[in-house]
């Protein structure tokens, strides 16, 4: 059951995602996917518009007609206004018709409606799963807009619905490459025993986008950068990368300790915010449809994280992320410290550009090519002693030669079968709160003089300076 249905969310991802496993047949033959939203529509009029915008929008699969056919056979539309209780009533009686008591709710929706919606599906019973059935919701980010309405936001839908039956989704813990740090890790014994402060100096994750805002400009002048990636995506992505072994693979044991990261995140003193977090605006952005011309929202954004336990203390995170960079990229790239004793001269293994030695690191691609590339010194052929940096590469799509599942049909299976693992739970949405919150109460009581950075760079030049001031650089600045 999709809630803004007739959005862009669920024509760009969730319907082609669920035509995709029905393509690969992940889905029961008796399945029904009922589309809710204010416009009056048709079942057949749906259809044709899902049909439309799965041609458009499927991404790396053929488009068959009688799939299709066969698929759309199983949409069904319900229109209405979500605060109208009489809505409600006509969902369960579709549902009733249709002979469905398991239901996912998925929550397409604008941040303010998901509590009243919530509270509409307990009032009218449809959160209610029959005997032997199951009623599970899932809710897009953001999570909240701070600390103070996240927690509120929580107690609200429990009120409704218990934890287990909630599902928060984040889409980049779906992504292939980002389950893969999971087995990279604790799959292989060779990597865990130096994943720790002894040998690692420190992490660079970047979340970089070419494109501004795209139209989006009334949404992104409420959120900004740090609200829109880093509080949500990158620090669950960070929290991959820095937790603990679980004990089991399961999904409360997983999240367990990603949570438990997500804790041990230092949460800054209001005088630390300046020398550990910048904000940027990229120039063009005021003049971006729906945005203020005086706008003092952030489309990038910097910062030093750092994480007060055994295994990390005192190695620096670095998250950055930002509209109208060089490209659009997302990778998480791991420094190693350099070899103990410099027994080769410098000058044979050296970053020609600096003087530098050349750091070990391991790289973890995200997008847009999935796969992992580790990077050391080798002697250079011929006389003497010459070495240079060179990658051990791999790539999931050559590797393996079959096409990755999106995000999105991933998660959407997980939900179905009831497995969490890739799912944030509420003591990890509001730990990564209490993390940015420091920063967002900083930036709200400043004024920047914005717009501080060009399209095309990367970013204002305090981010640069940020990682200066600890003797290190941005990697691909």
Request: charged content about 25%; glycine content about 6%.
């Amino acid at each position: 059951m999709i809630f803004g249905a007739h959005g862009d969310l669920s024509k760009r991802k969730l319907m082609p995602s669920l035509y995709r496993l029905a393509y690969e047949r992940r889905l029961p033959s008796s399945f029904a996917i009922v589309g809710n939203s204010r416009t009056k529509l048709s079942d057949d009029a749906f259809r044709q518009t899902m049909h439309d915008a799965v041609k458009q929008f499927l991404e790396d699969s053929p488009f068959d007609e009688d799939l299709w056919n066969s698929f759309a056979r199983n949409l069904y539309y319900v229109a209405g206004d979500l605060k109208d209780r009489e809505l409600y009533s006509a969902i369960a009686a579709k549902l009733e018709e249709l002979g469905q008591s398991n239901v996912l709710f998925y929550l397409s929706t604008q941040p303010s409606f998901y509590g009243p919606l919530v509270d509409c599906l307990g009032t009218s019973g449809l959160a209610r799963p029959p005997a032997g059935a199951w009623r599970r919701i899932i809710i897009e980010k953001p999570f909240g807009h701070d600390l103070h309405s996240a927690v509120a936001l929580n107690e609200e839908i429990h009120q409704v619905v218990p934890e287990n039956a909630v599902y928060r989704i984040d889409h980049y813990l779906g992504k292939e490459t980002v389950q893969n740090i999971l087995a990279f890790r604790f799959g292989n014994g060779i990597f865990e025993p130096v994943w720790n402060r002894r040998y690692v100096n420190h992490i660079q994750i970047t979340a970089a986008e070419s494109i501004g805002v795209e139209g989006r400009g009334a949404y992104y002048q409420e959120a900004g950068a740090l609200r829109d990636m880093i509080q949500n995506h990158l620090l669950q992505v960070t929290s991959t990368i820095a937790m603990e072994p679980p004990a089991l693979f399961e999904p409360d044991a997983v999240r367990d300790e990603r949570a438990k990261l997500l804790r041990s995140i230092h949460v800054m003193h209001p005088d630390e915010v300046a020398a550990n977090a910048v904000a940027g605006q990229y120039r063009g952005f005021r003049q971006e449809p729906g945005v203020d011309p005086d706008s003092q929202t952030d489309t990038f954004a910097a910062v030093t994280f750092f994480i007060e336990n055994w295994r990390w203390a005192g190695v620096p995170f670095y998250i950055r992320t930002g509209k109208k960079l060089p490209k659009r990229t997302t990778d998480i790239a791991i420094q190693f410290n350099n070899a103990p004793h410099a027994m080769f001269n410098p000058n044979h293994n050296s970053n020609p550009s600096s003087g530098e030695a050349e750091p070990n690191l391991l790289i973890v691609r995200i997008q847009p090519e999935e796969g992992i590339s580790l990077r050391f010194l080798s002697k250079q052929p011929g006389s003497g002693m010459r070495l240079r940096p060179v990658s051990m590469d791999f790539n999931y799509g050559s590797s393996f030669g079959e096409r990755s599942p999106t995000a999105y049909e991933t998660l959407l299976v997980d939900a179905m079968k009831g497995d969490a693992t890739l799912y944030t739970r509420q003591d990890m949405v509001e730990a990564s709160w209490r993390v940015v919150q420091p920063i967002l109460d900083d930036w709200n009581g400043r004024k920047f003089e914005f717009p501080n950075y060009d399209a095309g760079t990367w970013g204002p030049a305090e981010s640069d300076k940020m990682l200066a001031r600890r003797g290190h650089h941005w990697r691909n600045s």
